[in-house]
């Protein structure tokens, strides 16, 4: 099992920044691709950001790319979301997922609570 708890989201004005953090633990997420979705009440959630387990290979959604970087820090059993230049229409819930697969597919097993974005003009 996964435990995956995010933080870092909050309010910010357009233009702004913002890093979210998705802490694992339970086992070791090393092998397992990890991705951020987003969803807004109505909407689907979305894949925003993917990253590989091992290669570091990463996905972004056309809406983020060029603004937002996924990484994960495998001693600290930690990925992130840097979040540049953020828009209004990036307001969201944010969610963490682990997965077997790359990307990570709606289906999978692990998720994280989600942490509340807030992008203000």
């Known amino acids: 099992q996964v435990q995956l708890v995010e933080s870092g989201g909050g309010s910010v004005q357009a233009g702004g920044s913002r890093r979210l953090s998705c802490a694992a633990s339970?086992?070791?997420?090393?092998?397992?691709?990890m991705g951020w979705f987003r969803q807004v009440p109505g909407k689907e959630r979305e894949l925003v950001a993917a990253?590989?387990?091992?290669?570091?290979?990463?996905y972004y959604a056309d809406s983020v790319k060029g603004r937002f970087t996924i990484s994960r820090d495998s001693v600290k059993n930690t990925l992130y979301l840097q979040m540049n230049s953020l828009k209004p229409e990036d307001t969201a819930i944010y969610y963490c997922?682990?997965?077997?697969?790359?990307?990570?597919?709606?289906?999978?097993?692990?998720w994280g609570q989600g942490t509340q974005v807030t992008v203000s003009s």
């Open positions: 997922a682990a997965d077997n697969t790359f990307p990570p597919k709606e289906s999978c097993n692990y």
């Open positions: 339970g086992r070791t997420f090393r092998g397992l691709a």
């Open positions: 990253i590989t387990p091992y290669s570091g290979t990463t």
